[in-house]
């Protein structure tokens, strides 16, 4: 009896131990941060050689109830391992995160003050270009200043050259003119060239083309004028006769017909005698007097046979009869 209770004895001192063995294991596990599954397996091992040797002492129902006491241990443990590494885990995420942040941080600030240096020395850059850009337009504006003042100087000495110019231009005219009135002019008049003031000239030119341009009560005066300044003038004769049909033009029949009768008394050599006969031959035609226009007409042939004017009179006495 005596060895069965010390037996007994050891057994349960030896049950009492492995129940301290998985004390203390338990408390390690939830001690440390996680445990390898090596160590996981040890504990076990000796949990169950703990209740292996338990079970002789107890019944079927305290195995039962250790057993189930010791996974609800076993569960505590690996429910607090789990939640230790989610911590751990999570501390790392937050680290990471931190960590992350921070860096981000640094690098942005080390690089928005690069790009302000940079942009500050790019503004400097740009005020410095935009001085310079001012001075030049400062300078082209004088140099395009300087052009226009000497622009407007070469068109002030240019419409002062063409006034000189023209002005000369009108002096040399005006001498021209002067000397023209002083100096005889030669011309081919009638077949022959003859000497002519210049004065003289231009007061025939003037009252013949008063006559061309059908002002006869104008041109009456001129040519009156003419004949009686320059009775000797190359150009009296044509004169006389232009006056003669200036007043026949005007509807003068009778100061026509004593016109051109003048003609033909002053100047029966010249070319416009002819011419004068036949004229005062119209002039008496229409004047009524055919006898004296057949007779005219027939002096006319006679004197002057030869010249167109005789050959028209002849055409013109035919039709007389």
Known sequence: MDTNLSTTNSLATASMAGAAACRRASHAMTGRHGLGLGRLVAV??????????????????????????LRTKLDAVQLQGDTRNTELKQNITDANVALSAELTSKITTQLTQQMTEQFDQLRRSLL???NQLELMRGDLAKLRGQDELQQQGIRDLSKEGAELQRKNTDQLAAFEARLLRLEPQKLSLDGREVTVEAEEKKSYDDAVALLRNNDFAGAIAGLTTFTRRYPASPFAAHASYWLATAHYSKGDLKDAMSGYRSVVASYPDHPRAAEAMLALANCQAESKDVKGARKTLEELVRTYPNTEAAAAGRDRIAMLR
């Open 44 to 69: 076990l091992a000796l949990c169950g050689a703990s209740l292996g040797a338990q079970a002789g002492l107890f019944d079927d129902e305290e195995a039962r109830r250790a057993i189930v006491d």
């Open 128 to 130: 410095e270009l935009n």
